[in-house]
């Protein structure tokens, strides 16, 4: 049973921090590719960052280059999104999610997620 378990979000004034964590169970979790999502009312689901198997590659959506960091902790199943310099257009839902298909070129589709955490609210003003 594959379980992912977002923490960390919480409403927050523009220009400070945030981390979230994703939290990983029920299988292999280092031999595939992890990503973080978000979506804002009335908007689609955005991929914000997508990681490869071992981390190195990580792909970020532009809007969020140079603010965002992801990371991944294969010997803890966890994955986390360091937020800086919040905007009120960070303002989401953020997910994590697993593709069981790929390990490398992680895609940025939604559609290509099998798995999904619940999601944790990001609110910036």
């Not at 919480?10 to 299988?27: D, H, N």
């Not at 280092?30 to 990580?58: H, I, L, N």
């Not at 809007?63 to 919040?86: E, H, I, P, W, Y």
Request: hydrophobic content about 35%; charged content about 20%.
């Amino acid at each position: 049973h594959v379980q992912l378990v977002e923490s960390g979000g919480e409403s927050v004034q523009a220009g400070g921090s945030l981390r979230l964590s994703c939290a990983v169970s029920g299988y292999i979790y280092s031999e595939y590719c992890m990503a973080w999502f978000r979506q804002a009312p009335g908007k689609g689901r955005e991929a914000v960052a997508r990681m490869s198997t071992d981390a190195y590659a990580t792909t970020y959506a532009n809007s969020v280059k140079g603010r965002f960091t992801a990371s991944r902790d294969n010997a803890k199943n966890t994955l986390d999104l360091q937020m800086n310099n919040l905007k009120p257009e960070d303002t989401a839902m953020y997910y994590c999610a697993a593709d069981l298909s790929r390990k490398w070129h992680c895609s940025p589709l939604q559609s290509d997620y099998d798995f999904w955490g619940q999601g944790t609210q990001v609110t910036v003003s």
